[in-house]
């Protein structure tokens, strides 16, 4: 007996018949019934239309009882190579008559259904081919198959809203499917043709939570977190989703507490994230972080208690920038909760030193120094950050803050330099009015009037409280006069008066001062300015008449000047 069984004969196309023994086969008796299907494949192949050849082929096989025969050949020449070579409009006529045989006629619907899909996927645009699968399913339980052959439709439509149409309907045939695994695959194919659709990614998210694929879930959440493209809510739902999954089914403490961190930054009040951060706090991997957010959250909810008693606690373990933001937080509790101006002072100390650029630390710190009297302390340890700043604006703010140390603990020589550093450096608008505050009341006492009238300009320019602002306004117009080489402050001085206690004078001399100057739109402010606080009807319209003249007088512009003369019938009246 040999040991090597013999070689199977390999099955080769049957011979391609001519037209007459064609027409001969379906007319007379089908006795090739592999021939004539190989026959017609063969059109197909060559792109010429087969006609009614495939519907007398069906009739022929119920005639002469070759049923079988044809639905095995239709099985053999679909599952060969040579078939997928075909275009795809081939492809889709071979498998189209396919499932009309074998559901008309062989009776095998879930046959008829593959061929049927086959066919869909080669030509997804063609209406028979559509049409054919929805009334086969329509009513069935096969809601993925149908979802699935709408998604095939809606590949092929470019008009943005009646494609997410389609997606839709694919949506709500899935609601009802039993089978997970085919949900998930037709959602796979929903997410890779629209990114964007919240309600196919979320139903992804939920079918593969569902059958314990918790990281492929977490994977598609974070990713679409990555897009920014959610709605803050939904972004807030999708990250209290992921926190419960990465603390309970994944027991991931590194990717829990990111999400802790997102959650608690936006809603301190969280109640989800804050439960989740109170366990990790006892994970010493992520103990840090879970103490730090947890301190920020109760901070910002105002249980200052309870954040103290945190940020005590991390102290212990903190490092690096983080130590220093909980040292300055913990010094003002101190001073605000338990009323330690010095314990505050003491922890403020420092912070300072290691990082001078925190604006609220920083002017607390002098706040105290200050108020303590621990002002040579604060010089000595404000000199040495300002050596090492190189930061222009942050300079600034510390010399600033060195002058007035300096100048409360009497070295008044020292405070003026630094002070007068600043002004020079004009670079940070609060620093400079607060140096030009502090120098106005040195050169007041030195009787310096010229650099008096120099840094009450710069008080008048950036101060924003009136009260102090027409102060040093009233001020520097005695020292400056119209008509002298002080003019332009004066006028300056005088602008700053308008609405107040002096506005009569100051627009009186500004009046004066842009008649002879020539400027005419300065003078037009003026009148207006005067005109509306004028009791009297007629001045006022003689003001607003003449505000009008001046304005209309340096503009060629139609739409302005017919403005300029509905306001003035406005104010005025319509008759001079």
């Not at 049923?67 to 239709?74: G, I, K, N, R």
């Amino acid at each position: 007996m040999p040991s090597i069984p013999p070689k199977m004969q390999s099955r080769r196309p049957p011979a391609v018949l001519q037209l007459e023994e064609l027409n001969e086969q379906l007319n007379t008796r089908l006795d090739q019934v592999d021939a004539v299907l190989e026959t017609l494949a063969m059109l197909l192949a060559k792109g010429e239309p087969p006609g009614d050849f495939f519907s007398r082929l069906h009739l022929a096989a119920v005639r002469d009882g070759r049923l079988a025969d044809l639905a095995f050949a239709y099985e053999q020449i679909t599952q060969e190579r040579r078939v997928r070579a075909l275009s795809a409009e081939a492809q889709s006529i071979l498998y189209g008559n396919a499932a009309e045989f074998y559901d008309e006629l062989f009776g095998d619907r879930e046959a008829a259904l593959n061929w049927a899909e086959k066919a869909l996927f080669a030509v997804p645009n063609s209406e028979p081919n559509y049409t054919r699968i929805e009334r086969w399913l329509s009513g069935s339980v096969y809601f993925a198959r149908m979802a699935r052959a709408r998604i095939a439709v809606a590949k092929c439509i470019p008009d943005v809203d009646e494609r997410r149409t389609w997606v839709g309907l694919a949506l709500r045939d899935l609601s009802s499917e039993g089978n997970a695994a085919s949900a998930i695959e037709v959602l796979e194919s929903i997410a890779q043709l629209d990114p964007d659709e919240v309600e196919a990614a979320a139903a992804l998210e939920y079918r593969l939570l569902g059958v314990g694929r918790f990281r492929e879930a977490a994977r598609r959440m974070e990713a679409r977190l990555a897009t920014e493209q959610l709605s803050p809510a939904e972004a807030h739902r999708v990250r209290e989703r992921l926190l419960a999954l990465y603390t309970n089914e994944m027991a991931d403490p590194f990717k829990a507490i990111g999400q802790v961190e997102s959650l608690l930054s936006l809603d301190p009040g969280n109640a989800a994230a804050l439960v989740a951060a109170e366990k990790l706090a006892s994970v010493a991997s992520v103990a840090p972080r879970a103490l730090s957010a947890l301190a920020d959250a109760q901070y910002a909810l105002g249980n200052l208690d309870r954040a103290a008693a945190l940020l005590s606690h991390e102290l212990k373990i903190a490092r690096g920038p983080r130590r220093q933001e909980i040292q300055g937080k913990l010094a003002i509790l101190r001073q605000d909760i338990l009323g330690d101006a010095a314990g505050a002072l003491e922890l403020l100390g420092p912070v300072v030193a290691v990082d001078p650029s925190r604006d609220d630390f920083r002017e607390r710190f002098v706040r105290l120094s200050l108020q303590l009297n621990r002002t040579n302390d604060a010089a000595r340890l404000l000199g040495r950050a300002l050596q090492t700043v190189k930061e222009t604006i942050l300079r600034s703010r510390i010399s600033c803050d060195l002058g007035t140390v300096l100048l409360q603990s009497g070295e008044v020589r020292r405070a003026r330099a630094c002070l007068e550093e600043v002004i020079r450096a004009d670079n940070d608008a609060q620093s400079v009015l607060r140096s030009a505050r502090f120098l106005s009341d040195i050169y007041q006492q030195s009787g310096e009037l010229k650099l008096l009238a120099e840094v009450l300009e710069l008080v008048v320019v950036h101060e924003t409280e009136p009260s102090l602002r027409e102060t040093a306004a009233y001020q520097l117009t005695q020292l400056c006069q119209p008509g002298t080489e002080d003019e332009r402050r004066a006028i300056i001085a005088w602008r700053a008066l308008v609405n107040s206690a002096h506005a009569d004078a100051a627009l009186a001399l500004l009046k004066s001062h842009y008649e002879s100057s020539g400027d005419a739109l300065e003078l037009a402010n003026v009148l207006e300015h005067m005109a509306s606080r004028s009791v009297d009807i007629d001045e006022q319209r003689s003001l607003y008449w003449r505000v009008a003249e001046l304005r209309s007088n340096v503009t060629k512009d139609k739409n302005t000047l017919i403005s300029l003369w509905q306001g003035l019938i406005l104010h005025g009246g319509a008759t001079r």
